[in-house]
């Protein structure tokens, strides 16, 4: 998953919810592949029913759950494809966010990820890096990315902290996935963000894999 973490890292603090860390690092991405897969494995066991077919991302629906006129970041457009999105396989991400203010450490996210089982939301819990997570510093992690990645270059997209004030837009951007990570159901996702005592911003997200 080269330079996901840089994509995802950024959503997160544009409001996105998908930033799970995902570590561009050599040395470290088996642990983070069998994070992904205990994860996957964790899902498997709490679904109503399994299914061999590869996991396809069928809808998602994007919620701003922060209040835009006070928040530091917002974000103002975020597309994935294709369509659909099978895992493993190919991920295109496109996104936009103004940033009202500098922003620097520390970056604090709270995640929240759920499956619904059943007529009720399971809470996934926090396996690795992935899943209803905390992490104090955005920032930190972001800084083990070290280069910048050549589609951020090209597009003028920081991806390390601080991130000056202005408006920054990802063209469309292919990632390979090489595991799958979320089985078959309905999934909730929302990230808190905040700076010392200044909201940088909340999103949510509901999807439904197939």
């Not at 089982?117 to 890096?129: A, E, F, N, Q």
């Not at 595991?179 to 997200?205: K, M, Q, W």
Request: glycine share 6%; net charge negative; hydrophobic share 40%.
């Amino acid at each position: 998953m080269k330079y996901l973490t840089a994509t995802l890292g950024l959503v997160s603090i544009a409001l996105a919810i998908l930033y799970q860390a995902t570590t561009v690092h050599s040395h470290v991405r088996s642990m983070d592949q069998k994070a992904q897969k205990d994860l996957f494995d964790y899902l498997i066991a709490k679904s109503d029913k399994t299914s061999l077919r590869k996991p396809q991302l069928k809808t998602y629906k994007y919620i701003n759950c922060g209040v835009p006129s006070r928040d530091i970041a917002n974000l103002t457009s975020l597309i994935f494809g294709p369509d659909p999105i099978v895992f493993p396989g190919v991920l295109y991400v496109q996104f936009a966010v103004t940033i009202h203010t500098l922003l620097d450490a520390p970056i604090k996210a709270v995640v929240l990820m759920e499956k619904r089982v059943g007529d009720s939301w399971l809470k996934i819990p926090c396996i690795g890096y992935i899943g209803s997570c905390e992490y104090d510093d955005l920032c930190q992690l972001l800084a083990q990315i070290g280069e910048c990645p050549e589609p951020f270059v090209d597009a003028g997209v920081p991806c390390q902290c601080p991130f000056q004030q202005g408006q920054y837009a990802l063209p469309q951007t292919e990632f390979d996935v090489e595991i799958p990570i979320f089985p078959a159901g309905d999934y909730h996702f929302r990230a808190n963000l905040t700076n010392n005592d200044n909201s940088v911003g909340c999103a949510e997200i509901f999807a439904t894999f197939a």
